[in-house]
């Protein structure tokens, strides 16, 4: 009986060992291992930057994005950068705000006030570091989609040298036109591509909202597979409601991120979901992990 016991267990510690042993590799591999983590300052306004710097280093977050070139000394100093530079915007001859998600470059004759703005916040974001400036299509208002691809590649193209020049990747983001920007253009991944192979310069890609990617057309991870060469940044949100990306919510994003990083994805994945719970760092370090693989 004592041999017996003493054989079982020594099986039961070594087989605890090597489940610890599995278990401590798989923990040590998950942060951030594949995935390099960013966040969008607008869903957690309430926290200063400094601050918010600060709490996202502790659980992996090495960027956060949608700031303006003059926030990133904040960023830099607490070893961040910022992924995505946010847009600037001015106001036409005509009086017209433009450089928003509703007014921007499906029209031409807002192309040559974008294109001095877009020049200075340009030269501005690759001063300070950045890689990567978002833009926007504009809304339809009336346009055929094949019109607003003709002018958006257009005013696009006349950015290109000098964002080739400095480095810098311009970036229009694919939104819903269903929920949240109703008759936004660039809505689906199919017109986004097609505008990057128009356009044809490895400085222009697409933002792929995988919140509003879902609702537009779903098919998320399929479409990540076929299109991710004209893709050079992802958001994250849960659907519907664009809260916390956990079980609430009716996508897998481990499944999502692995698919992400399988197509050699070198980028970030920034979260851009709005905190539901009162404790909202609590629920971004949770993105986090989730996103991790």
């Known amino acids: 009986m004592q041999r017996r016991t003493f054989l079982m267990t020594t099986a039961i510690t070594a087989a605890a060992t090597s489940l610890a042993t599995r278990l401590g590799a798989a923990e040590a591999a998950a942060p951030g291992s594949r995935i390099h983590h960013s966040v969008c300052k607008w869903c957690y306004n309430s926290i200063p930057l400094e ?119 311009l970036v229009m983001e ?29 400085n222009f890609k697409l933002l792929y909202d995988i919140y509003h990617m879902q609702i537009m057309e779903g098919d998320v991870i399929a479409t990540i597979k076929s299109s991710h060469d004209c893709i050079s940044h992802y958001h994250t949100g849960g659907v519907p409601g664009r809260n916390e990306i956990d079980d609430t919510q009716e996508l897998f994003y481990p499944a999502i991120m692995r698919a992400i990083a399988d197509t050699g994805y ?8 709005i905190p539901k719970r009162p404790d909202k760092l609590a629920s971004l370090k949770q993105g986090v992990q989730i996103c991790s693989i």
Request: charged letters at 20%; one cysteine or more; aromatic letters at 6%.
């Open 51 to 169: 601050d918010l710097c600060i709490a996202g280093k502790e659980f992996g977050l090495k960027s956060i994005e949608l700031l303006m070139p003059g926030d990133l000394p904040i960023l830099q100093k607490h070893g961040m950068t910022c992924a995505m530079i946010s847009f600037p915007t001015a106001t036409t001859p005509a009086g017209q705000k433009v450089g928003t998600i509703t007014h921007a470059f499906n029209r031409l004759e807002y192309h040559d006030t974008l294109v001095a703005t877009y020049e200075a916040h340009l030269k501005a974001s690759a001063a300070v570091g950045a890689k990567q400036v978002i833009c926007f299509s504009g809304n339809r208002d009336g346009m055929s989609d094949e019109q607003g691809l003709e002018n958006c590649a257009i005013g696009l193209k006349r950015l290109m040298p000098l964002a080739e020049k400095l480095g810098i990747t």
């Open 174 to 202: 694919l939104l819903n036109s269903k929920v949240n920007h109703k008759d936004y253009q660039c809505d689906h991944t199919a017109w986004g591509v097609a505008l990057c192979k128009k356009i044809g310069s490895p």
């Open 266 to 273: 070198q980028g970030f994945v920034g979260q851009e979901f």
